[in-house]
RNA sequence: GCCGGGAUGGCGGAAUUGGUCAGACGCAUCGGGCUUAAAACCCGAAGAGGGCUUUAAAAUCCUCGUGUGAGUUCGAGUCUCACUCCCGGUACCA
């Protein structure tokens, strides 16, 4: 019989409404605090499966908790502010705050369809003046203390959303809101000093115990490296070029400098550059180019500065200055010393403009060895042009496999010469042309079939084959035979020649790879000869330069050029200088005579009242700010306004703030891993510096919960026409089996992705139905029978440790095997019908509410306690008895039983017996109450 | 390219610290029951292959099986190494 989830869920939700059931009280000193923090939506007033999925699950939890004697505090609140509610005002004509207000209340109404256990009291709304208010007092004290700053900077411009954005919010070159591709400017913006905490953010991950993928994430996003700034003078003037560079141990081997077309030295011809002209056509060119053009295209640009030149630190010499888009002006110093014989990008450029490459670092390779004995060798790589082939020498397995030509170069014999004789004595070859050699490779390796560490000084040839003419007098006689001498194709002797030494020339010569790793320094003055490795610092000194930390995150640029945003609190004094609102003024209102559309200009600067409400409070002269906040600065810190919502004297409360923070468990989506949940953990421990909260990371566990696919497995989207609508499945099937079918369908303690079944919801409100069917054949008995008991306890404790883990699927599997269980009896004691509708509570809270009430029980089954029973410990247990690592029998022992026992018991066991053909075991494993395994 | 995560039946997914039987739980599938019939419900089957017996079936037995190949171990989905593919992040970051 079906039962009539319309219904039965319509009165749940009345009853817990007249019940205030949800509402936490935060200083109740009785109970152990609990922070569950889901993040709050923007209200498009549009709920979809993402939400049900992110909001219905956590309930879950938010539940369980509760029911285990937790002070849960689960809050929800709506992240208001932000661009549809602008574009709706362009496109419709609407008031943004109506539009928005409207969306939020009806929200509300979908959100309360799942059957959520928030507590609205605490409620916050990011666009409310008692909200933004905060906003703007937060932001003033950062601006107080200087990590709010007014700078010119390179930024990242939407041309459609008509606004500037942050680096995170550029995704592939595109926005990340309308996918438009974004330009850089130069202007002057708002921003937060975040990298001022690079290294604390850093810091603060190695305490967390949140995924790799998370913190990695976060890692490679502020990516920090360690390296040098060296400075580069330049002659005839008081001016010098200062780079960044991790490898000053390549110094030696600078032969240019190149800086980014919007390094300053080259905005005004300061240096007397003799073609300026055509060095600001470069410019110009290039800042014309989208972020996505520079990066995909990576062909090399540049155009030499002529007139002027620098002095590389180290050797002296005066070599040329480019200017060149590859370097960016946003990285470092905004110049870099090339290397081209030690970078690829560098090695590029310089191939391309026919630059000196100089080799300062030779390769090390190979294991190193003890007492290793020295030897000058070659190896030659031969490359027959018109078939696209390369010749290589068997060796067979024992020999090291296939090579190019190796060999040893004699006393006083010239390297190249050596070669030459190599390739003729073991294939015959002699009409060659030398095309390329590599610097010398020093390469470690024992060679077994001379039973002899050897350290070899290699150089390695390329060749190009002119004619097959061979000279067969020249063919070796003794090597003759122990290895087979054949032509492959390129791409077949790069997969098949794995021998390190051999490798690394192929590399170099064919595919034109440089040298990036380190060595031994040649060509470097004093230094040569040395581990570049070890002399790295030492060359720091040399050169004058000092060392250097450099991070790739920027300032967070929190200027917006929109309506729909926080004000920022800033006023201009008739000098232009910026100074903070004064707290009385707060909330800084937003204005409503504005001309929404976007012109690129802010908005706001349309407004009239604004201009006078600053010439009336500050005066004549004084200017207003014109943006806006970046939403993310709303986000910032919204889970400690929970704690004290309606405090219209402070944004938070203290003593609140010190009892509930950090936030136990904060799940949310991937996608946040470096936009909201990086600029929340920096405001924190920025407020934390001010000493403003009392924590300096905001959130003790993290979990990104996966996305909800269309049931053919892709990506939801209007399209494709694979929108699921929950709404729909609600109406059908109840609540409760879309929120135990969420629950179901996968980990959620991992950001998997998971399809939507059709029959999945359906096949929730069958299990629904059994458990009103065992419920209907409910009987009061005072006994329980032992194997219930056991099923409960079992069921309770694994539901509650699984729910620990954010592991809901087995969860709901544990009821269901409890209901597999339970079901068989003639007859079920009220008492454990009772104990399931508790056990079901969390995840379907409508249905376990109705049951309660059937069964008799009093008040809501919300406010009961989560069931603990001690699963009797077992006595004797089958253990499996295995002959050789497989299975034979099994018997059944005491828990406690001795080796010897099992082993005698076993033994009676025939199959066991005959396994053992008569022989004694050799050795016994014995894992008490697990397994024994007889090894004859 | 680099970093991270992953690969288990037709599908989603289970499997404490390496410990029997891999494949819990569910979906889809198939067979049966109930019914005049259908739905609902109930019972049952099921990784792949094979052998024996038999009219047939079942029980029973054997081999292989957690992306591929090697290894460590008494024992590997779980550990190590190499590789393939998929997903996510990031990318001219000096």
Known sequence: MAYDHRDIEKKAQEKWASLDLYRADLSDETKEPYYLLVEFPYPSGDLHIGHWYAFAVTDIYARMLRMRGKNVLFPIGFDAFGLPAENAAIKHGVDPKEWTYKNIEKMKGQLASMGPSFDWSKEVVACDPSYYQWTQWLFAKLFEHGLAVHKEAPVKWCPKDQTVLANEQVIDGKCERCGTEVVEKRLTQWFLKITDYAERLLEGLEKLPWRNEIKDAQRAWIGKSEGAHLEFSIPNSQLSIEVFTTRPDTVFGAT?????????????NELGITNYGEIQEYIKRTAQKTERERSENKEKTGVELKGVSAINPATKEEIPIYVADYVLASYGTGAVMAVPAHDERDYEFAKKFDLPVRDVIEPVTGTPQKNPEPRKSIVAVVIDRKNGTVLTLDWGPALGGKLYIGGGREEGEDAAQAAMREIAEETGYTD?????????????????????????????????????????????KDEHGKFTVSWLPLEQAEREVSETLHRTVFERLVLGRVHTGSGVLVDSGEFSGRNSEEAKWDIVKYVGGEKAINYRLRDWLVSRQRYWGCPIPIVYDPEGKPHTIPAEHLPWLLPTDVDFRPTGEAPLASSNELRERVTKIFGEGWT????????????????????DSQDAHDFSDA?????????NRYSGGAEHTTLHLLYSRFFTKALYDLALVPVDEPYAERFNRGIILGPDGQKMSKSKGNVINPDEFVQKYGADAVRIYLAFIGPYNEAGSYPWSLDGVASMHKFLERVVRLAERSQDMSEVPEAMRQSLAKASAKVAEDGDRFKFNTGVAALMILMNELEPAASVPNGVCREVAVMLAPFAPHL????????????????????VAEIAAETEKEIVVQVNGKRRGAVTLAVDASEADAVAEALKVPAVANALGGNEPKRVIYVPGKILNLVV
Do not use: C
């Open 256 to 268: 240019y400098v190149v800086l980014a077309p919007e390094h300053t030295l080259i905005q005004n």
């Open 432 to 476: 060659l042309k030398l095309v390329s050699q590599t610097s010398v490779i020093h390469h470690s390796y024992f060679a077994y079939s001379k039973n002899v560490a050897r350290e070899i000084e290699a150089i390695g040839f390329l060749f190009e084959l002119n004619s097959d003419a061979k000279d067969e007098q020249k063919l070796e």
């Open 624 to 643: 207003p700010e014109y943006d806006t906040l970046d939403t993310f600065v709303d986000s910032s810190w919204y889970f400690l306004r929970y704690l």
């Open 655 to 663: 003593a609140l703030m010190k009892k509930w923070m950090p936030v």
């Open 848 to 867: 376990a509410e109705h049951l309660w009430e059937k069964l008799g029980g009093e008040g809501s089954v919300h406010r009961q306690a989560w069931p």
